[in-house]
């Protein structure tokens, strides 16, 4: 059972995600709270995953975040908005959210979308992915850090890096590689751990930076 913790100021949207969940087969909402409630919500229940409301009227999404990932063995936390261009999303996602997704998610989408999570894997709204990459495209491209740590990676950690990027869980990517879910395992480790980041998302965002998401350019080998 994947446990859940909705985390939200708005009676309605914890309704909602609550009674969609606990639909769901193998998936759980263990509470549904306002985000002043959230750092006990997580000590006492420990859930796997939250759903964390990014703007909330009595704490900040981002700050509630920060306090999630000092946690000794903090959950994933995908954050939730009703904007499809939110502000934030650069900051939450370099702090540590494993996610973005717009409450008007599809509730059809949804169960896929926690289970994806809770394997490790990386959940953003298309929406939110053209942010990102519009951000990353105002900055210049390449970054040379980014590259440098990007070339210090193997060809086949390469390959885990730009699947971890499409926001592929463990169990996807070795399908796509025709690797044992263990051995994913240990290559997302070894990338983590070389791209000096703490999580996947992170990982994207440096692999981005790097270009090594960027398709080839019109002439360039295939």
């Known amino acids: 059972m994947i446990r859940v913790l909705v985390v939200d100021d708005e009676a309605l949207v914890r309704t909602g995600f609550t009674h969609i969940l606990n639909a769901s087969d193998g998936i759980g909402a263990v509470a549904a709270v306002p985000g002043g409630q959230a750092l006990q919500a997580v000590r006492e229940l420990s859930p796997d995953v939250v759903l964390l409301d990014i703007r909330m009227p009595d704490v900040d999404g981002l700050t509630v975040l920060a306090e999630l ?47 994806t999570l809770a394997e490790g894997g990386t959940v953003l709204s298309s929406q939110v992915i053209r942010t990102v990459v519009d951000s990353f495209l105002d900055q210049g491209g390449r970054e040379p850090y980014a590259v440098r740590l990007v070339d210090r990676l193997s060809g086949r950690e390469r390959a885990v890096l730009a699947l971890m990027a499409e926001g592929l869980s463990n169990t996807d990517i070795g399908d796509r590689l025709h690797l044992s879910t263990g051995t994913v395992k240990g290559h997302v480790s070894v990338v983590l751990e070389k791209l000096r980041v703490d999580n996947r998302v992170q990982a994207a965002l440096v692999a981005e930076r790097a270009g090594l998401l960027r398709p080839p350019e019109d002439g360039a080998d295939r």
Do not use: H, W
């Not at 000794?72 to 997704?101: H, I, Q």
């Open 69 to 115: 990932r000092r946690l000794p063995d903090p959950p994933v936390v995908a954050m939730l908005t009703t904007f499809d261009t939110d502000e934030y999303v650069e900051a939450a996602l370099r702090s540590g959210a494993a996610g973005f997704l717009l409450k008007d998610t599809d509730p059809e989408q949804l169960p896929y979308l926690i289970r």
